[in-house]
C-alpha cells in the first residue's frame, strides 16, 4: 500500500528523472517513524508528569546500578540528553524530589547523582507503560522483522560514528 512517501518519490520522479532519490524512501520513513513514536512517547509520559528527557534521566539511573546513582558526566554518557540539558533536568527533578545531588564520596569535587525513593517508584510505575507503548508502535513486526530491523539499524547509527559509551 503507497504511503506519502511513496508520493514524494513518484513527485521527485516525474520532476527530475536525473536524480535517484531512493535515499528518501528510508529517512524520510525513519522521521516520520520518529514522529509518530515520539508522540506517543511524549502521551505516555505525560500521564505520569514527565517529559521525555526526564524519564531518561530517571530510567538511566535506575538502570545503572544498584545504587541507582551516577555522577553528571556518566549521566550524560549512559543517556540520551545532552550535556546542556542536564543540569537544567537534574535541577527539575531534584526540586520535584526525584533525585537528590550530593557530594561524592570518592571524589571531593564531585557529585553523585542519585534516584530518591519517590524517583524509584515513578520509573518502576512509568516502566511496563513505556515498555507497552513501544509494543504498541511494533505491534506490526513479527520478532524476526524487529530483530532483523534493529540490526540494520545498528549497522547504520555505528556507519555514522554513533558507537557506546
Do not use: C, Y
Not at 36 to 52: C, G, I, M, W
Not at 93 to 109: F, H, I, M, N, Y
Not at 116 to 130: M, N, R, Y
Amino acid at each position: 500500500m503507497p504511503d506519502h512517501v511513496d508520493l514524494i518519490l513518484e513527485q521527485w520522479s516525474e520532476q527530475r528523472p536525473d536524480l535517484d532519490a531512493s535515499p528518501m524512501a528510508v529517512i524520510g520513513r525513519l522521521k516520520r517513524l520518529a514522529q509518530l513514536a515520539d508522540t506517543e512517547l511524549k502521551r505516555n509520559f505525560a500521564r505520569h508528569d514527565l517529559d521525555s528527557a526526564s524519564f531518561d534521566v530517571l530510567a538511566t539511573l535506575r538502570r545503572s546500578n544498584s545504587a541507582h546513582s551516577l555522577t553528571p558526566a556518566g549521566l550524560m554518557r549512559s543517556s540520551m540528553v545532552t550535556s546542556g540539558a542536564i543540569t537544567q533536568r537534574l535541577d527539575r527533578l531534584e526540586a520535584r524530589g526525584l533525585v537528590s545531588r550530593k557530594p561524592s564520596v570518592t571524589d571531593g569535587r564531585g557529585v553523585e547523582v542519585t534516584l530518591t525513593q519517590e524517583g524509584l517508584q515513578l520509573i518502576d510505575a512509568v516502566l511496563p507503560t513505556h515498555i507497552d507503548t513501544e509494543e504498541q508502535l511494533l505491534a506490526a513486526l513479527s520478532k524476526p522483522e524487529r530483530e532483523q530491523l534493529a540490526n540494520t539499524l545498528r549497522t547504520l547509527l555505528e556507519s555514522l560514528g554513533d558507537r557506546q559509551g
